[in-house]
């Protein structure tokens, strides 16, 4: 069987995670992803992993942030390829070119800020709510974790701390 | 008597409270000590902030293994997506030690390093490696012999295989023994394995999220379970709370509500404790049909 190539064959991506050039688009991992299988714009034929992996420029379609790392679509390849793999290489993409929803954004800017994805004054409020003592901020873990998203190039070296 | 370090992460201790109140009275009746920290921060989540910067992600979760290894405690999480990110982390640091000497490079900036010498268990694997079915079952009290329950693993507990080492991730089974240990019977249906669609509520796409909580409710329903239950917060929260929005689109969801109970909620019914013990007035269904059945 001839091996179908991808649009973005040169694409980085690919650099990143040679196995993908190998789908024969057999839509097998659409039939377990549940992407396509509850989003109505996505089915078997025309799926969430095959407009992906179509796309001129996969990274900038915010439907990327919806895979949920579940790997049903790696436990199915019959081609032994990692979709789950190539999504999170393009989220990472999309982050870092200001692509992705801005939620997710919001995210980081409130991980950092209290090292925890929650923010502390809701929590507090269901926690009161069971009788549970108030999560107070641990200064030096958020001070520990802004170092290290700096050091790893998640905020740029030369902004602020948030804490 | 186990002693592990109780990884809570964020979800648990900010929306399910309950949870975290009932398994720091609950699992040292069962032979887990469970010693907290506030060193930890987010896990953090493998699905978002792994996108948003995957050398980020494995870093902080590093820091976060290197607050055990000072204290030499082993971790224990509740929640699959926390597992799922500690034990990934943890696997790929001890097998690769490029990666390794780059995440303990920016680790010697706060002054930790990763050393690799702890492990990191979801509750469930500690049920399934340290304690063993057998003798959890010698600890329950009134079992939950009318209970008809529709187990979900969750996806993060079971991928990537390799490396969690914890269940058939394709015809999953420890989640059923469990609930049989409990003394209830578990329900199989046919989309058991399938995601809660957690991104997809995430992801803002809240028709198809709607859609994928009423396919796995409606599946669990008809195969004949009266409560589901899972291990991981995520996945609670998408059938419980999901289930109550999905509810507003679905009159099927409205007529017969499907109660959902934590891992660990059900344990303690199954240990003699009562619903209000375990905090079921704080979840969004709550259906009085149960009550019946367990007669309590």
């Known amino acids: ?163 | 008597m186990l002693n592990y370090l109780f990884f809570k992460g964020c979800t648990i201790p900010a929306s399910l409270p309950n949870i975290e109140k009932l398994s720091l009275e609950i699992l040292p009746e069962i032979g887990i000590n469970l010693t907290e920290t506030d060193e930890f921060t987010c896990c953090p989540d493998p699905i978002r902030i792994q996108g948003a910067n995957q050398l980020f992600w494995l870093s902080a979760a590093a820091r976060n293994i290197a607050v055990a290894e000072e204290k030499q405690m082993d971790i224990m999480t509740l929640c699959n997506g926390c597992e799922n990110t500690l034990a990934i982390t943890n696997y790929k640091l001890k097998n690769n030690k490029d990666l390794k000497d780059k995440i303990n490079e920016i680790l010697k900036e706060i002054g930790k390093e990763f050393k690799g010498t702890v492990k990191i268990k979801h509750f469930l694997q500690v049920l399934k490696d340290d304690i063993g079915l057998e003798n959890l079952k010698k600890r329950i009290k009134t079992p939950l012999t009318e209970l008809k329950v529709a187990g979900h693993p969750g996806c993060h507990i079971l991928m990537p295989n390799e490396i969690l080492k914890f269940d058939n991730p394709v015809d999953p089974e420890f989640y059923d023994k469990f609930i049989e240990t409990l003394g209830a019977t578990p329900i199989d249906y046919l989309t058991k394995n399938d995601c809660c669609g957690v991104s997809l509520s995430l992801a803002g796409e809240k028709e198809a999220a709607n859609n994928c909580v009423k396919s796995k409710i409606i599946d669990a329903l008809e195969a004949g379970a009266q409560v589901l239950s899972t291990a991981c917060p995520s996945c609670f929260t998408q059938f419980d709370t999901g289930q109550f929005i999905a509810a507003r689109d679905f009159i099927e969801l409205k007529e017969s509500p499907m109660p959902v109970l934590y891992a660990i909620e059900l344990l303690a019914l199954a240990m003699g404790r009562t619903f209000e013990d375990i905090g079921y007035n704080l979840h969004r269904v709550k259906t009085p049909l149960e009550l019946k059945v367990l007669k309590v």
């Open chain 1, 1 to 163: 069987m001839e091996v179908l190539r991808l649009k973005y064959e040169k694409n980085e991506m690919i650099k990143k995670d040679k196995s993908i050039e190998v789908c024969f688009k057999c839509s097998t991992c659409s039939k377990f992803c549940p992407i396509t299988q509850f989003v109505k714009r996505y089915n078997i034929e025309d799926s969430f992993v095959t407009q992906l992996f179509e796309a001129e420029k996969p990274e900038a379609l915010h439907d990327v942030w919806m895979c949920c790392a579940c790997e049903k679509c790696v436990i199915t390849c019959p081609q032994d390829t990692n979709p789950t793999e190539v999504f999170t290489n393009l989220k990472e993409k999309a982050y870092q070119e200001g692509l992705a929803p801005a939620i997710i954004y919001r995210l980081v800017e409130q991980l950092l800020s209290e090292s925890t994805v929650y923010g502390i004054k809701f929590a507090n409020m269901a926690r009161k709510r069971a009788g549970l003592k108030e999560l107070v901020k641990n200064e030096k873990a958020s001070k520990e974790l802004n170092i290290i998203a700096r050091k790893a190039g998640l905020v740029q070296e030369e902004e602020k701390e948030k804490c």
